[in-house]
């Protein structure tokens, strides 16, 4: 059974640190991985999404990396600011049998400091 | 603009007592989803359909239903068999299967009372 975990569960940083919001997963037969951002009290909004096939996305001052053979992914975000403060959350993309389905994990929530 | 509507935003729910929750997508997906959001757990399947008038249990089915009549809509009932329904509800849409161009719903907050 595929499971995703995070680390930290909580993390907070001054303004304009890079940071790396981890993740990994147990099974790494997997077809995606995405990264999502998380407002308090709000729905989910897709940051990126690498493909199996595929090693980093970036967009911004976001970039993730994907190594499927030690089943981990990393979200790297440069010169964070008050506004990237969120829970982020890492999704895997699983073939398990009849029920084709994202597994969440448990989601980082970030402070950015000003 | 396209999108998924979830209402109410807070629902209060008395012990006992079935309450229905409603989603809605303009996005024309095939597939919807419904999650439940727990501190520290992340978000859990309850139910997903990938086409109309079908529809199959997630992981954590027991005590809710569903019913996709509409391509457009996919309604929870959170029913009195759900002993602990306390959770953050989200639903979502995705053009099809892949795990990709999902969206989500602004959430429904379920408390029991």
Known sequence: ?????????????????????????????????????????????????????????????LNASLDKSSGRS?????????????TYLCAVFDYGGATNKLIFGTGTLLAVQP | DGGITQSPKYLFRKEGQNVTLSCEQNLNHDAMYWYRQDPGQGLRLIYYSQIVNDFQKGDIAEGYSVSREKKESFPL???????????????????GTGGIGYTFGSGTRLTVV
């Open chain 2, 77 to 95: 009932t959170v029913t009195s068999a759900q002993k602990n329904p306390t959770a953050f509800y989200l639903c979502a849409s995705s053009p």
């Open chain 1, 74 to 86: 990393t979200l790297y975000i440069a010169a964070s600011q008050p506004g990237d403060s969120a």
């Open chain 1, 1 to 61: 059974k595929q499971e995703v975990t995070q680390i930290p569960a909580a993390l907070s940083v001054p303004e304009g640190e890079n940071l790396v919001l981890n993740c990994s997963f147990t099974d790494s037969a997997i077809y995606n991985l995405q990264w999502f951002r998380q407002d308090p009290g709000k729905g989910l909004t897709s940051l990126l999404l690498i493909q199996s096939s595929q090693r980093e996305q970036t967009s911004g001052r």
